[in-house]
């Protein structure tokens, strides 16, 4: 049995589970994977409002400016509807409108991320979604055991989302997509996740009855394009930012120095001595490259054929090699231009495509919590200026009712103008 094997067989019974048994699996498997014996999924709403007194002031002025800054970006992403005469007495129309339920999924663990429910909630908040359900893995710091970190509870307050649940992994999707008795099913899930998270998102993708996904948006990768007059630093500084994630994410360093590359694992090392999160970091380290070319144009190339989540350019004139950069899902250019601006507060999305998906697959966006419909309309004139073109169509087809749906119309309009 392959890992992957073994993967999508533990998701798969999971689902299962949940489907058949509702509210108890997700309690069952929150007391067996986070040591929590819960009452309810829900977190009751006096509860939520105890935690989020206790924030502090300097963490609540930094998640309100995220905030700000991530409402003006996918504001200005905001499309209007189109109508077009495309023949006289023919309109069509491309509207816009919000998915109505959906589903945001927050990691939580070792590394709960209130910037992700900012990514999530801010976007489906500017949509109009009717629903918004945030499903996240109960607290289990000592004094707040079952709740919820109060940095997320304040971001989810700000982006007006009320409905939250305390349920992690690959049952949260599953809850989400099916529903229990506590939880209503969504339209669409949304949110990054380890491994578990990513295979159930696509499961419940995939089954007919299940939810809609924004992407498989798995462990983080980063890929650094670096000359030799790049800051080590920097370059190292950015790196460890992706490995402390956890131990599954991807580093990679591409560059045409080798006094860089070995100047950047010096760095490393000195970086590392530092960090809380070092094990974790180290356990990701082991699994990341660095790769020497012989020009930064091959440097380029092996960016594209990767296609990194996050890539970071510090090359001199890091603006000038952009079109060159076929395949990223978020590029960071220059040396003031770290990845952790991205993932905070400079206004981009941080929900990113991985495992090469960003050769085809964009960046969240506010698109992506919209739905958009034609609408068509003729009038007597319009169907009469294009419906022998229809007719000629369908009967190349052999489509003779889509022929007399057309036929009927022109007859009754012949028959009418006789009897005027």
């Not at 990768?221 to 991807?250: I, M, R």
Request: net charge negative; proline share 5%.
């Amino acid at each position: 049995m392959t890992n992957k094997k073994g993967l999508a067989d533990t998701v798969s019974a999971i689902i299962e589970r949940v489907k058949t048994e509702g509210d108890a699996a997700l309690l069952s498997l929150t007391e067996q994977f986070d040591g929590l014996k819960l009452e309810q999924v829900a977190l009751p709403q006096q509860q939520a409002k105890a935690i989020i007194a206790t924030i502090g002031e300097a963490e609540k002025a930094a998640i309100e400016l995220a905030y700000g800054q991530i409402k003006r970006f996918h504001e200005a992403q905001v499309q209007s509807d189109i109508t077009v005469e495309t023949t006289p007495g023919v309109v069509c129309e491309l509207k816009t409108k919000a998915i109505s339920d959906v589903g945001l999924y927050i990691p939580g663990g070792s590394a709960p991320l209130p910037s992700t429910v900012l990514m999530l909630g801010v976007p489906a908040q500017i949509a109009g979604c009717k629903r918004v359900v945030l499903c996240t893995p109960p607290d289990t710091t000592p004094g707040n055991e079952g709740g919820i970190t109060p940095e997320i509870l304040y971001a989810a307050k700000l982006c007006g989302i009320t409905e939250i649940y305390r349920t992690g992994g690959a049952q949260a999707i599953a809850a989400l997509a099916f529903g229990t008795e506590s939880i209503a099913p969504v339209n669409k899930i949304y949110g990054p996740g380890n491994s578990f998270v990513t295979e159930a998102k696509q499961q419940v993708a995939q089954d007919p009855n299940g939810a809609a996904i924004d992407m498989p948006a798995g462990p983080s990768e980063v890929l650094v394009l670096a000359d030799s007059n790049a800051n080590p630093a920097f370059v190292a500084a950015d790196l460890l930012s992706q490995a402390e994630h956890g131990p599954d994410s991807q580093v990679i360093l591409v560059s045409d120095s080798e006094e860089l590359i070995s100047a950047t694992k010096t760095a490393i090392e000195t970086q590392l001595s530092i960090l809380p999160r070092a094990d974790i970091a180290k356990k990701a380290l082991a699994n990341s490259r660095f790769i020497l070319t012989e020009t930064l144009e091959q440097a380029v190339e092996v960016s594209n054929e990767y296609a990194p989540e996050h890539l970071i350019v510090q090359f001199n004139n890091a603006r000038d090699w952009l079109n060159s950069l076929d395949n990223a899902a978020s590029i960071f250019l220059g040396a003031y231009t770290p990845e952790s601006a991205g993932d905070y507060a400079s206004g981009t999305n941080h929900v990113l495509p991985t495992y090469g998906y960003s050769k085809t697959l964009s960046s969240l966006n506010l698109g992506d919590f919209t739905r958009k419909f034609t609408v068509q309309e003729l009038t007597p004139a319009g169907i009469q200026a294009i419906g022998p073109a229809i007719m000629t169509l369908a009967a190349a087809e052999r489509l003779d009712a889509h022929k007399n749906a057309v036929g009927l119309r022109l007859d009754a309009l012949r028959n009418n103008d006789k009897s005027s």
